[in-house]
Structures are given as structure tokens and as C-alpha cells.
């Protein structure tokens, strides 16, 4: 029996014959069949959803804080049985993990947007009063797409994470494409968005769900004109064919591919605490079994000429632990094809240990490569290794650094381990610029394992990271505003401006009228 | 003799045999001739510029400002000679427009620019103390290109328009495409722009220009390696090309391509003014012989069925007026070719005129269509007729003013002209939110020719007017903050914080804390 997708409003059969199975990547078992959706199922969503956008296109921010905040509860009451599921489709702890931090993180997220959608904070709204010219951010219309990764099955998931919660409170109605990697995990969120979405009074096709398509529907939906913006995070490969579809007819589509995250470790550091950096740099390269966005990948460390004995702490740590088991079997494959191709590439293993996990599973792996190596074949040694593996660059002096640097390609992280006592600081201080270039969020002696949710976080970064580097897919208001058109408003009769931009500004916003930012009404004219 | 490129600060002779002539539309005579240039002269600009960019990356923007606002004085010291070769290039008129117009709007954009530069206004400081994280936008690496358009040959000149300006204001180097119907304008300002640099003590790549090329050598040019971001205003196939040789390897760049800008009259300000309004739109379809970005292309106007009044009063206008001279032979040739097309679908001409003024030169021109046909053919009839030639949709009820707006592009503008008296508000309710959607800048009661260079003013709009809505290419800072990428620090210590995120905020910059625009000092940790 297959199971039903999620469009306007009712669970409807796929009209399809194409199906998949979800398996339990510990044991192998299926977990249930899921529709690959054809073109009729996604095109009867896309109208459903522009409707449905047409309908909401003049409702009151706070009705979409209700269904953000009703949503956070309804996860919060769910989160046993959802995350039970979780762990069964993903093989993701419950503690620590799942219930104890994903769901907080996935509701806090939720309540969040809903704070920014009632307060209006992603719209900037600026105004010339003499003038009578005002604008801000207002949705784009239509209704957004949101392709969710397999390594969070909430907190980055279509129908609940980040990028569905900033749609939401732009004002949007969401296609959530599910990761086949946790269908049925999505299924209960969008269970609990519809129930949410009815009680606020929302359309029916306020929140729909597939679970998949081929790649010319994909193509089709996140290129079509019913469509307002495309999030996607997920494969590189998945993603540059998306964003070749929508770019080529002007749809916004913001991705977030890949990422090698570059951590340097200075002399100084290495002196001052190499051991102690080594567990720090061995617990971020597992956390998730490696699975991160953000997961070092590439440790870029000054030692002696000849010393092995970074490599052999941090093989130490990682030997160590138990392997975990991967979301699915083409993780596997993918680490797999990564040892070979850096192996071809000149690195060498340096963890002693074969010992897999149950199920799909990799052994915790570092290589190592040496610097002259790493800048010859950097394209090869820079393929992201989703997983428990790690690339260790061994730098024998600072002119070997920057020519490691000078080929480093885009990432969303780079880390900078450096001396407490300033030993590191003109080393630093000569690296910085470069690295900065290449990455969206720069840390100081800290790994990039954690994306807070906070305003100054910076999730994104060059390309092939993500699509564009202005954008970040964590952080509010910020996410929020990639899901806006600016609109000016000029001459415009002052009763019918926005409230938002009205002379008396009625709900009290920080507004930056003349180049400052103010809360004071204005005189129009 | 062939004019040189500015490459590095010198004046070189083109490494090319292809050549082309400016002319005089006026008259045809030739005005010079320039080199189209080979990719081994892009190549060598583009490294000149990457080298410059590097060398500014640690500038202090005062030092940007110092350029901005030297050039600025320069132009307006040598505004007569130059605005009397851009009358020669262009035949647009000294006065009112080149001298007492475009001149003081573009030094002043210069200005505008410099003052932000200096306050930091476009880089959204954004702090979260306690979590030690904090996030702004810095210049995305690499060297800026920039497009002008033939139609303001200061304001949006590669070299010293608005995107030039926001461009050096984010702190990148420049490397302008002149538009070809005005290289020897170009030249002269690249001379100043070059002499100021130098006086700011910048490096000699800092500016460059070059004054045409191929399609392939443009497409590789604005997806090379060290670009930071390319501004494009001008022709749509050719910004559609540029796009996707951008877009295919993730390179940001930003185009304003085309707008019919639609224009509603509504029966009761008809009724209430007609003669006057159809004075103020005669005068805004022939602003710059009608060769205006945001000249009102097409006038959806509610007449009663059968009435030509509304017609026949614009036209008497425009048949009142002379017909200007045109940029170039090509505005003339796509006036022509769209009024074959509208004809072919059912548009007839009103204009009796067939008066031609000197040159290149086409007769003021109105055409008159039926709702109805207009629907059925909105595809020919939505062609933009770049110049003094306009379309009146004759609207005879709501519904089919409904259906009008449904076809509707998307635009830069979109201007309703309602009764004063309120008889027309029930009506302007029910379609201002469509009209919206397919614009960036509403206009009540205004024609929409005049940009004003504020904060609040949006130039831009959905897809084709330009690449992405969430951006204008007019407006100060929202034009710079296009050319920045976002960048988070991390547990960063303070003391390596730009001075623009510092916790003691030493520059007194206006910054987002904790979700609250302040200029407090914070407490880090």
C-alpha cells in the first residue's frame, strides 16, 4: 500500500506508478512505499498553492504567527512518536540528538519566525516622507518550494525547518518536497502543519507534501510562474540542476550544496593544546556521524616537517569511538568514492580502525595528504566527503598555508585555531583576508558543528556552497527576507499605504526613514 | 586612428582588428572609432582588477568616499565639454537634461555613494553579544563589472552612473563596459574617474573600461574567476545572455532588461481630468524620446465603449509635439519592428503625424487596441517599444480591466490614476494588489518617469525587468548592499573584529542587537 501525499488540503492518492520504499538504514527493513510524484500530482499542488497564496495574499502577519506557534506545540506534544519514527528512517539518536535537541531547535525556530512575522522585522521598511516614497519587502507571489536535506528530519525539513518557517512567515504558502531519506517522518509534520494550518484558519493548501520526483519534474515545479521561490538544501549535484531550471526563467532559488569547512590549526595552538584539539576537532568530525553541513571536512594544520603526531591524535579519537550508523546507503557510497578519489589524489589512511556500525556505516576515517599534494590535486581532494571522514593537511611552514588557502574553493565555515598567548597573531593576521573570502561564517578556536539560530548567524556563503553569497538559510530576520520582492510605494495616497509604511505608523515599527532608523511618525509631503 | 581601452591605469591601443564607429544621430557622421575588444584585453583587466581588488580589500572607505566625492567635483567642472560630446553622441539636449539634469543627478548619486561609504550604511551590522557572534556584509571578492545602457550616458554610465557608484562604495574596482553609442562620453569620464583615483591614492586598476565586445567575450568576462558581481542595465537578449553565462557558474549579477511600465486611468479620473491627464502622460511617453527605462509603454484607460476621446486627446498631444532624434539607428529600427508587431496584433494607429525630427528619428506614436485583443494577444502587444511610440488598451468595464492586468509582465512600474474624489476607490482596491505584484514601484496619480535617488526608491521588479525582485539598482544603500556578500564571525576575539562589529562600537554605527537597531556599546560573552 502506498502511501498518500498531502494536496490541498486531503491525502490523496499519487497518480502515479512510480514508487520507493524507505528503509531503516540500521537493519535494512522497509519502512513503507511513497509515490514519485508525476507532473499532474505536482501541477493540481502548484495551482492548489497558488490559489492559496492569492487567498492569503492580504491576511494579517499574526494569523501566520498563530499556525507557527500552534505548529511548535503541536511538534512539542508529538515529539515520542516523531522522533521514534525518525530514528527508525535515519538511525539518529534520540538522546542525544533527536528529541533532546532537534525538536527544540525545529519549535524554537518555528516560534521564532512567528516573533518576526507579527513584528514585521524582515520587511526594512524605508521611507522618504518629504518625498512621499516608501517601500519595503512584501512576498513574492506565488508559493514556495521547499526541498528538505536527509541529515535533519526537522530541523532543516520542508515541512518544518528553517526554510519552511521563513516562507511561513513571509507570508507564504509551502510545496514541501520531502527527503525520501524520512518520508514518513515528514508525513507526521505535515500532519500536524495541516491540523495547524486548519485551526488558524489557513487555506487547505497552505501546506502540501510530496515526497519526490523525477529530475525533469523537479525542474518543471521550481521553474514554474505559480511558483514565488525555490530553498533547497541538499546535493550538489541535485542542486545546480534546480537552480539551472530556475534561473534560466528568473525564479529566485536559494541552495545550500556543499561545503568542505577548512579548519586551520596554527603552530601556537598546536602547542599550546594539541591534544585537547585534537578530541575538539575529532567530536565535530563526528557529531551527526559526520553528517553535517558544517562538518570540518579539510583540517589544515602547521606541524613540524616529518611529525605524524597531530594525525595520530586526532586517528586516536576517532578510532576510538564506535562508527555510527549513516542515513542511508548512498552516504555510504558517497564516502566510499571519496576514499578512492582522494586516495587516487596522493592522501593516505591514517585511522587504524575497520570497524563499521550497524547497518550503513563507514569506518571513522582521517586521511592525510601533504601540503605540495593537497594544492596539486585540490579538486579531487576537495570533494566533499559527506560522512565520518576527514582530509588532514599536513603545512610545514607559512608559505605552504597560503598556497593551501589560494585553492580553496567556497564553503559556508572556516575555522582559525590560533595561540591564547599571540604567538599565532601576524600568522593570522597574514591568512585571515583570504580565508574570509572563501567562507560565510569565520570562527576563532571553535568548530562549526554548531548553527545557532540567531540573527548574526550566517548559514551560506560563495559559491558552490550555495547559490549566492547574500543569503543566509539560518538566522531571522534574514532568512525571512529572501522570500521578498522590494516594492516602492511613490505618490501613493497615504491611507493606502501599508500599514507598515503609513505617515502615523500605527504599529509602532523601527522604520529607516532619511537614512535613520526611527520609530517616530512622519509628516508626508 | 582607433580610440585606446583604459587598462592599469594606462590608455592603451586595443589588442584587436575590430573596430566600430560612433556616430552622430543627428547628422550620421562619424565621432571616432573604437576597438571591440579581444578577450586577451578583458583578460588583462580582469587580472589588473583582481590585483586592485586585493590591494583595497584593508582600505579604509573614507579613502573610497575621498574617490567619489573628487569625482563628482571633477565632473561638475568639466561638465561642459563632456555633456557637449554626449549631445553629440546622443543628441540628447543640453538643457533641460544633460547639463542642468543628468549631470547634477549623477554627481550627486557620486556624493550619495561616499556619504554611504563613509557611514557604512549598506552593511546591516547585526550582533548577538552573549553568543559571540556577530555578522555584516563585506565586499564580495573580486573586481565589479558594469554595463551602461545607451540611454543615460552619465547617470548609468558603467563608469559613473549608479551601479558604479555602489559598486566603488562596497569597495571593489571597476571594470565599465561603455555603452557604444557614446565611447567618446565614456572616455572623458573614465579620465577623471582615472585622475581621481589616482589623487585618492588608489591603485591604478582601480578603474578601467573597455568600450565593447562579442557575446562570448562578455559572457566570459562576467563569469570569470575574479568577478565579485556583475550591473547590467540595457537590452533584454543581451542581458538574458550575460545572466546565464553568470548564473551558470554562480556568479551574482544584476540586470534591469526592459518595462513596459503599465499606466491605469480609472473612469472618474477620466472624468474628473482627462485633458490633464492626457497632457502629463503625452509628456512622460515623450520624456527623452520616450527612451526612458520607466516610460509608460502602455495605458490600460477605462473610456466608455465607443469613446475616443481618451485617444484622440493624448494623440493631439503627441501630434502637437516634434519628434525628438533617437539614440541610434537601433532605437529607430525597434520602434519600427514593434510597431509592425502590435499592428499585426490588432493595435491601430491614433497619431496622424508622420513628422520626423533630424537623424534618427521616428513620429511621436499612439496606438489604440481593445481590451479584448489585448488579452488575446498580449504576448506581441507587451513587446517594449523603446522610444517615443506607446500602446492605449481601451478598457470598457472592471472585468475587463481584470483580465488586462492578469497578462500583465512583470515591470519597474506601475501607475493608477484614480478620482480625487474617491469615486474611484472601490475599483482601485480591487485591483492594486495584482497591479503590485507585477511591479516594484506602485505609483498613485504620477507618471513614472522621474527616479528620484532616495533611500526608498526601488528600481527594479519581477523577472523580465530584472533578474531578481528583491533588488533595485537606484536607491541608496539598497543598490550597495547588492555588490556585498554576508559575512558571520564567531567566537571571533573582539580585538580581530572588523571595527564595524566591535562590542565598544568605536565608529558609533547604528547596529541590529539582539533584534534592536542600537548604537550602544555591548558586553561580549
Known amino acids: 500500500m502506498t502511501e498518500p501525499i498531502l494536496v490541498n488540503g486531503s491525502w490523496v492518492p499519487g497518480d502515479t506508478d512510480q514508487t520507493f520504499v524507505a528503509t531503516d538504514p540500521q537493519t535494512g527493513k522497509g519502512l513503507g512505499t511513497y509515490p514519485v510524484s508525476s507532473w499532474d500530482d505536482v501541477d493540481a499542488a502548484l495551482q492548489a498553492g497558488w490559489d492559496a497564496y492569492r487567498s492569503v495574499a492580504s491576511t494579517d502577519p499574526s494569523v501566520f504567527a498563530t499556525f507557527l506557534n500552534d505548529y511548535a506545540d503541536r511538534l512539542d506534544s508529538r ?25 527544540p531547535r525545529t519549535t524554537g525556530q518555528l516560534r521564532q519566525a512567528a516573533t518576526a512575522a507579527l513584528g514585521r522585522a524582515w520587511i526594512r521598511p524605508t521611507i522618504n516622507p518629504t518625498q512621499k516614497i516608501a517601500s519595503m519587502l512584501r512576498p513574492i507571489p506565488g508559493v514556495a518550494v521547499v526541498f528538505g536535506p536527509n541529515n535533519f528530519p526537522f530541523a532543516f525539513n520542508g515541512v518544518s525547518g528553517g526554510d519552511f518557517a521563513a516562507a511561513v512567515a513571509s507570508g507564504h504558502p509551502v510545496i514541501a518536497k520531502a527527503n525520501p531519506g524520512h518520508p514518513g517522518t515528514t508525513k507526521l509534520l505535515a500532519e500536524e502543519a495541516l491540523a495547524a494550518a486548519t485551526d488558524a484558519g489557513l487555506p487547505a493548501a497552505f501546506v502540501q507534501m510530496i515526497y519526490r520526483t523525477d529530475h525533469a519534474v523537479g525542474a518543471k515545479l521550481v521553474s514554474d510562474r505559480r511558483v514565488a521561490a525555490t530553498a533547497y538544501t541538499g546535493s550538489q549535484n541535485a542542486g545546480l540542476a534546480l537552480k539551472a531550471a530556475a ?21 601556537g595552538a598546536w602547542r599550546e593544546r594539541g591534544e585537547e584539539l585534537a578530541t575538539e576537532i575529532a567530536e565535530s568530525m563526528l557529531m551527526g556521524v559526520g553528517q553535517f553541513c558544517t562538518s570540518p571536512g579539510i583540517i589544515l594544520a602547521a606541524v613540524e616537517e616529518g611529525s605524524d603526531a597531530f594525525a595520530k591524535a586526532i586517528a586516536s579519537k576517532l578510532d576510538a569511538a564506535s562508527a555510527g550508523t ?25 585511522t587504524e580502525s575497520n570497524a563499521k556500525g550497524p547497518g550503513c556505516s563507514f569506518p571513522n576515517t582521517l586521511m592525510r595528504v601533504s601540503a605540495a599534494a593537497f594544492v596539486e590535486n585540490h579538486t579531487p581532494l576537495q570533494l566533499e566527503a559527506f560522512g565520518n571522514m576527514g582530509l588532514l593537511v599536513e603545512v610545514p611552514d607559512i608559505a605552504s598555508l597560503h598556497a593551501c588557502i589560494d585553492v580553496l574553493g567556497g564553503s559556508l565555515t572556516g575555522s582559525i585555531y590560533s595561540a591564547a598567548d599571540g604567538a599565532d597573531d601576524d600568522t593570522y593576521d597574514a591568512i585571515v583576508e583570504v580565508i574570509s573570502e572563501r567562507v560565510g561564517r569565520l570562527l576563532n578556536d571553535k568548530t562549526p558543528t554548531g548553527v545557532a539560530v540567531l540573527s548574526a548567524m550566517n548559514h551560506g556563503g560563495p559559491y558552490p556552497a550555495t547559490g549566492h553569497p547574500g543569503f543566509t538559510a539560518v538566522g531571522i530576520p534574514a532568512s525571512i527576507e529572501r522570500f521578498g520582492m522590494l516594492q516602492c510605494f511613490d505618490n501613493v495616497r497615504p491611507a493606502r499605504l501599508p500599514d507598515e509604511l503609513k505617515p502615523d505608523n500605527p504599529l509602532g515599527l523601527m522604520r529607516f526613514v532619511d537614512q535613520t532608523w526611527t520609530a517616530n511618525r512622519v509628516s508626508w509631503g
Chains 1, 2 share one sequence.
Open 79 to 103: 515529539a515520542v512518536e516523531i522522533c521514534s519514527l525518525a530514528h527508525s528512517e535515519t538511525a539518529l539518536p534520540l538522546n542525544p540528538r533527536l528529541l533532546d535537541v532537534e525538536i
Open 247 to 267: 534561473d534560466a526563467v528568473g525564479k529566485p532559488i536559494f541552495l545550500e550544496m556543499s561545503s568542505t569547512n577548512p579548519l586551520v590549526v596554527l603552530p
Open 326 to 350: 549513516l542515513l542511508d546507503q548512498r552516504v555510504q557510497t558517497g564516502l566510499s568514492a571519496a576514499y578512492q578519489a582522494w586516495s587516487a589524489a596522493g592522501a593516505k589512511k591514517v
